[in-house]
């Protein structure tokens, strides 16, 4: 009798055991589940993150963009978003803030700026930027460079159809509402301002969100 009580004690320790042993196992399973799937809910966000980096690059890469002033243009930007990475128009993008035009050129338009270089600014006489920035001389900045606005998207081609249609010369006019004239001078097109100074077109085709840039070598100025 006391070898059976004996035999059933060790045979319930050893079930007990078992079971203890199954029970850990099963823990131990469904902490690794557990840790399982919060390693691939991070690889999964980290997998999301880099696609929508990858996304990002290949839509930038997908634009057709143009070089100006050491600067990649973006179609996919406004006028002034792109023209302030650009290191040869630092003086008309200051100009453009200080005649409080960056709100109305990052609007949606469309424009067309014929955008002077820095160089440019600097052939007009001496004193002449410094006092157009001035807070006195707003109205005027603003003239100025308006004049080199016209409303409407006027790429290469059509600025072309326009001067062909007319007998070689077109006339554009301006935001500010005096007249740019437009020719073709060798390969090149050239403005011609109401002062009668010319102006040449040296990158063409500076596409936009909201219009298009073509950059000049030199600033019209509007009739006196």
């Keep these: ?10 045979l319930c320790a050893g079930l007990l055991s078992l079971a203890s042993c ?6 131990g399973k469904e902490e690794a589940a557990d840790q399982n799937e919060m390693m691939d809910d991070k690889l999964s966000q980290v997998e999301d993150m880099m696609d929508d980096k990858m996304s990002e690059g290949e839509d930038m890469m997908d634009e057709m963009t143009v070089m100006v ?7 996919s930007k406004n006028i002034v978003e792109n023209a302030v990475n650009s290191k040869d128009h630092t003086t008309l993008v200051a100009a453009v803030k200080a005649a409080g035009l960056v ?7 469309p424009f067309t700026v014929f955008a002077p270089t820095n160089a440019a ?17 707003k109205t005027a900045l603003q003239g100025v460079l308006t004049y080199h606005v016209v409303a409407g998207k006027f790429d290469a081609a059509a600025i072309m159809s326009e001067i062909k249609k007319n007998n070689g010369t077109a006339t554009f006019t301006t935001v500010n509402g005096g007249k740019l004239m437009a020719s073709v001078k060798g390969t090149s097109v050239v ?11 040296t990158i063409a085709d500076v596409m936009q969100s909201n219009g298009v840039i073509h950059v000049v070598d030199t600033v019209v100025l509007p009739a006196k």
């Excluded at 199954?22 to 823990?27: A, F, P, Y």
């Excluded at 002033?69 to 179609?75: K, W």
């Excluded at 052939?123 to 410094?130: D, E, R, S």
């Excluded at 011609?192 to 077109?201: A, E, L």
Aim: no cysteine.
């Design 1 to 10: 009798m006391k070898t059976v009580n004996v035999l059933s004690m060790a």
């Design 22 to 27: 199954e029970g850990s196992k099963n823990v």
């Design 69 to 75: 002033g050491g600067a990649a243009m973006y179609p």
């Design 103 to 109: 709100e109305t050129l990052q609007g949606e338009g």
């Design 121 to 137: 600014f600097e052939k007009l006489p001496a004193g002449t930027v410094a006092t157009l920035l001035k807070p006195e001389s």
């Design 191 to 201: 403005l011609m301002d109401q002062n009668g100074n010319s102006s040449t077109v």
